[in-house]
């Protein structure tokens, strides 16, 4: 069974600063990776995503991530936080089901804090 | 346009009544899904379906029964509702067995 692990609960960081957020997957194919953002009482918004092909993808907001197979990991990025990227943030690995559709495994979430 | 949409946005409730929460989609998508989100934020899939059949059962209590009508809908009944069913439960939807799913705004349910 597909695991998503989110090792940090927390992140605070300064306006302007870079951000990373750490996920590690365990999957015994090859994953489908996601990255959603929730704003306090909103839904979950599709940030980005790696099904295949290049390695590092970029998604809204200027965030990108980088796929690792070798560390199974998926790391958000972004080179400066604005105080509007505060929110959590859940990646997820995708298991194709066999009658259709697609079974979201979720970790635990980041939330993430910015300090004007 | 609103691509997922829930009903209602928040519902209270006394223990031991039964309601239900609609879903809908004009995405066109073949699979729609429930998730439920407990208090501590974590996210965990309960059932979906792929043209109104279901195809995704996971642990759930029996009193939680999803039905589709159709394609663009996916509605949750929920009977003799207990305090730990209080949660937000989100609808969403994908077009195929590999693609992005697109999450409604959720459902916020109090169960007191």
């Known amino acids: 069974a597909q695991s998503v692990t989110q090792p940090d609960i927390h992140i605070t960081v300064s306006e302007g600063a870079s951000l990373e957020l750490r996920c590690n997957y365990s999957?015994?194919?090859?994953?489908?990776l996601f990255w959603y953002v929730q704003s306090p009482g909103q839904g979950l918004q599709l940030l980005l995503k790696y099904f295949s092909g290049d390695t590092l993808v970029q998604g809204i907001k200027g965030f990108e991530a980088e796929f690792k197979r070798s560390q199974s990991s998926f790391n958000l990025r972004k080179p400066s936080v604005h105080w509007s990227d505060a929110a959590e943030y859940f990646c997820a690995v995708g298991a194709p089901h066999t009658g259709g559709g697609n079974k979201l495994t979720f970790g635990t979430g980041t939330q993430l804090k910015v300090e004007l | 346009d609103t691509a997922v949409s829930q009903t209602p946005k928040y519902l209270v409730t006394q223990m031991g009544n039964d309601k239900s929460i609609k879903c809908e989609q004009n995405l066109g998508h073949d699979t729609m899904y429930w998730y439920k989100q407990d208090s501590k934020k974590f996210l965990k899939i309960m059932f979906s379906y792929n043209n109104k059949e279901l195809i995704i059962n996971e642990t759930v209590p029996n009193r939680f029964s999803p039905k589709s009508p159709d394609k663009a809908h996916l509605n949750l009944h929920i009977n003799s509702l207990e305090l730990g069913d209080s949660a937000v439960y989100f609808c969403a939807s994908s077009p195929g067995r590999t693609d992005t799913q697109y999450f409604g705004p959720g459902t916020r349910l109090t169960v007191l």
């Open positions: 999957y015994g194919a090859t994953p489908y």
